[in-house]
């Protein structure tokens, strides 16, 4: 009896320090006004930090490709996922002037770019054929998006950890106690 009461706490805490583990969600960086990022922006099972960076394709990505090169699916989900934020957020402009992003998922700046545009009330698609002349001239932010390696802190993880720690020197314990009685 002991030793299933001792096991209920046991599975107990693990299910309040698994449902206490702060959960992330996205932050927006700076400003509705003056929007230079959003922190926490999952992307399928990645969580990522977005920067806006302004300036033309060739400019943005001349040492490191784009996130999502080849990857029209994610670029798509990247793209909503931005334009949700946006919307939620009451963001009315990035970098304090610009009124378009880009997630790029091709080469070069071409029309395999999804480019969002502030034209009112929310932001929406202008579809990749209009934004070429923009993507090219750099008058719109390019999203630029990095792993974000502090997704799960690690401090959530230390109970965690400790209570497995605690389940396997219990079953050890109780091993021992049991070949101790079977012996004498």
Excluded: C
């Amino acid at each position: 009896m002991k030793l299933t009461s001792l096991l209920a706490g046991a599975v107990l805490t693990i299910g309040i320090v698994v449902a206490a583990a702060p959960s992330l969600a996205a932050t927006l960086v700076g400003t509705p006004s003056d929007a230079t990022g959003i922190n926490d922006l999952v992307v399928g099972t990645t969580t990522y930090d977005v920067t806006f960076v302004q300036g033309s394709y060739n400019s943005v990505y001349a040492t490191t490709p784009p996130t999502f090169l080849g990857d029209f699916a994610d670029a798509q989900t990247a793209s909503n996922g931005i334009d949700a934020f946006l919307n939620l957020s009451g963001v009315t402009a990035l970098n304090t002037f610009t009124l378009e992003f880009a997630v790029p998922f091709a080469i070069s700046p071409s029309s395999n770019t999804f480019v969002y545009n502030k034209l009112g009330p929310p932001w929406t698609d202008l579809g990749s054929a209009n934004a070429i002349s923009s993507i090219a001239d750099g008058s719109l932010a390019q999203a630029v998006f990095t792993v974000d390696l502090t997704a799960t802190p690690l401090p959530a993880a230390f109970p965690l950890f400790a209570s497995g720690l605690g389940a396997l020197g219990l079953l050890g314990w109780r091993r021992k106690r049991k070949a101790t009685a079977l012996a004498a």
